[in-house]
Structure formats: structure tokens, C-alpha cells
């Protein structure tokens, strides 16, 4: 973290993969486990998980001590609480449900200081942890926060997706994120966010992403290692670099379940 770059921008810029995975529990061993099993960063699911700021601030630190880059999902577009998150050391927020370019030009507003005449609006305070934890003078810590900070956007709605080229043209956006479940649901194609319709949605949100030279963010729905890796890289061969795993909740449900199948098979 400061004064050192952001690890995930910094991968990208060398055209480097990045593999994260949402935190949904208030659980620290979750974040451990995950440094420990190669991911890049966490996102840290305030909109989903079970947890609200007091806990997100820990669950930051646990990621920072782990050696893991914290993202925080805001849980709506309320810019004070984009601003409390920064301020708490987030590395980068996923904004959701984005829908118009005006939005997403005030949330990303939001993560900014502002400084020769940008339009940031965050507010200036020296004793933040963000600041103060980390030992930072404070013009060169805006700087670096200006500069790191990262900003994901989700389009989970036909209205985002019908504006998605005005988004794509709002500068300071780091990536954007297709919300496939929720698009599924308002097509009345509820949980099918693999299926033929959603697929092809993907594809044109892909191709205008690559237009803009914004990064999308990609997921592996194959289940068996080899279907994974396949899909892995023809992914990559269509410039996709950044890849997130499914949740922790997920993950440890699917293990679970695989632990218990022999036992279940056995009883039949």
C-alpha cells in the first residue's frame, strides 16, 4: 500500500491477469486463506455480506495484514460512504447497478481529491486512517490516492446497458463489471446468467468495453479444471485480465457439498 503503487494497476499496465474473489462473511480467515491461495485482491461485499462499515474497516485491515489488495463493494450510491471507505483504506470500490454516465461520473467524483481543477469531491481530512495509518504527508498522499485508487463500475440493468457507451466514455473508470444475475432476474431468466440470452448480452458488453479500452471483468462458470483452463484462455485471447472467482460463501458451500458426496452416494 502507500507510498507503493496499486498491485492491481500495476499488473494490468504490464498486461498482467489479476483473480480476486468477494468477501460476503465477517470472517478474517477468509481473507487469509485467499492471500495465501494466490489471489490477488478481495472484495470486500458490503452490499451483500453480513457485516456493515465498523466491520468492513477490520475486514481492510485484515487484507492489508494478509498481503492481499482490499476492494470494497459499496452497498449502494451514497458518495459518503464512497468517501468513508477510501478514507479507510479500500484500494478500490465496485459501485453497483450504474445506469447513466452522469452517475458514474459523480460516484467516481467521489473517490477523487480534488486537485488542478479535477473534478474530485472527497473530502480533505489529515487524520483519516487512510492518511494517518499510513504515515503520509498530505499532498503527496493525494496524489497517490488520486492516482491509485481504483474505481469498478456494475451495469446490472437493460437501462445501464442501453447507456453503456455513454459510461464507457466517463474518464476514471478502472473497469466495469457486467451484473449478469441481476440482468437475468429483470429478463425474467431468473439464476440463467449462463444461458444463450445472457451470453450474448456479454459479448456486445465485451466488444464496446474493448472499444473504450476499458477493462471488463470476466468469470470461469466451467466446472471441471480442464473446462476451466480452456475457458480461461480463450477469455484471455479476447483481452480479458481480470477474472473474479465467485464468493467466499459460494466456495466454501461447493466444498462442503463435494466433502459430503461420497457419504450421500454411499447411503443410496
Known sequence: MYPNPNPLKLKLSNDQTITGIYIQTNNSACIE?????????????????????????????????????????????????????????????YVPDVRTPEQAKTLIA??????????????????????????AEW?????????????????ESMEGLKNLSGILSVPGIDTIVLGRFDIAHELGLFGDRYGVRLNQIFEEFKTQAQAASVPFVSRLKSRSDAEMSAEFNALISQGARIFTMGSDRELIAKSFKNALKPTINNSK
Open 33 to 93: 486463506i485467499a492471500a495465501s491461495c494466490g489471489y490477488d485482491y478481495v472484495i470486500i461485499d458490503m452490499e451483500h455480506g453480513s457485516f456493515g462499515i465498523d466491520s468492513t474497516f477490520d475486514l481492510i485491515r485484515d487484507a492489508e495484514a494478509a498481503g492481499i489488495c482490499p476492494i470494497v463493494r459499496v452497498p449502494n450510491h451514497d458518495e459518503s460512504m464512497i468517501r468513508k471507505v477510501v478514507e479507510g483504506g479500500a484500494m478500490g470500490v
Open 110 to 135: 467521489a473517490t477523487k481529491y480534488q486537485k488542478n481543477g479535477n473534478d474530485g469531491t472527497k473530502g480533505a481530512c489529515p487524520t483519516s486512517r487512510a492518511v494517518r495509518g499510513r504515515g
Open 139 to 155: 499532498e503527496k498522499f493525494i496524489d497517490w490516492s488520486n492516482a491509485n485508487v481504483m474505481v469498478a463500475i456494475l451495469v
